[in-house]
């Protein structure tokens, strides 16, 4: 049953980077299932970040809708854990492969960030916060297009 809730929240992704799912973007910790309940236990990427409360929503409107028609609970219960943190080291493999084509530069713990469109790492910091608080804004030097960096953290 575990699976089937797998498969229908992979199809629920990032409000704010459509291309990432929740899967992938490492903030799905725990799935339970009770007699009439699923219960998902999330940790949130940034405090505050109002993106949030969509993936709450969108959790439990995707899974109660899709799940109905493999005979899952109806009942879902988001939960949400702050402890331990969520760090970008929990972005999948795939999830930062989806963010560059996408792109958004993944996050690198190596510092080293380069243009999504032609790989260039001559690039220049315009801000740190881009289109939202959790990327900085960047522009490659060579080929001049802005992009966004996912920060660390
Ligand atoms: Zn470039």
Same mark, same amino acid.
């Given at each position: 049953?575990?699976?089937?809730? @797998?498969?229908?929240?992979?199809?629920?992704?990032?409000?704010?980077?459509?291309?990432?799912?929740?899967?992938?973007?490492?903030?799905?910790r725990n799935i339970a299932?009770?007699?009439?309940?699923?219960?998902?236990?999330?940790?949130?990427? +940034?405090?505050?970040?109002?993106?949030?409360?969509?993936?709450?929503?969108?959790?439990?409107?995707?899974?109660?809708?899709?799940?109905?028609?493999?005979?899952?609970?109806?009942?879902?219960?988001?939960?949400?854990?702050?402890?331990?943190?969520?760090?970008?080291?929990?972005?999948?493999e795939k999830g930062k492969?989806?963010?560059?084509? +996408?792109?958004?530069?993944?996050?690198?713990?190596?510092?080293?960030?380069?243009?999504?469109?032609?790989?260039? @790492?001559?690039?220049?910091?315009?801000?740190?916060?881009?289109?939202?608080?959790?990327?900085?804004? +960047?522009?490659? @030097?060579?080929?001049?297009?802005?992009f966004d960096y996912f920060?660390?953290?």
């Open positions: 049953m575990i699976e089937k809730i @797998k498969k229908i929240l992979a199809q629920v992704s990032d409000p704010e980077i459509p291309v990432l799912s929740l899967e992938d973007l490492g903030v799905i299932v009770n007699d009439d309940e699923i219960i998902v236990t999330i940790t949130p990427t +940034y405090s505050g970040c109002p993106a949030m409360e969509v993936m709450q929503q969108d959790i439990i409107k995707v899974l109660s809708k899709q799940g109905r028609k493999v005979g899952l609970p109806t009942k879902v219960t988001v939960i949400t854990q702050l402890s331990p943190a969520w760090t970008t080291d929990w972005i999948s492969q989806a963010l560059l084509k +996408y792109g958004i530069m993944p996050p690198s713990r190596k510092g080293t960030i380069m243009c999504p469109q032609c790989e260039s @790492k001559n690039v220049e910091l315009l801000s740190q916060f881009g289109s939202t608080a959790c990327k900085a804004l +960047y522009r490659c @030097k060579d080929c001049l297009e802005p920060k660390c953290h």
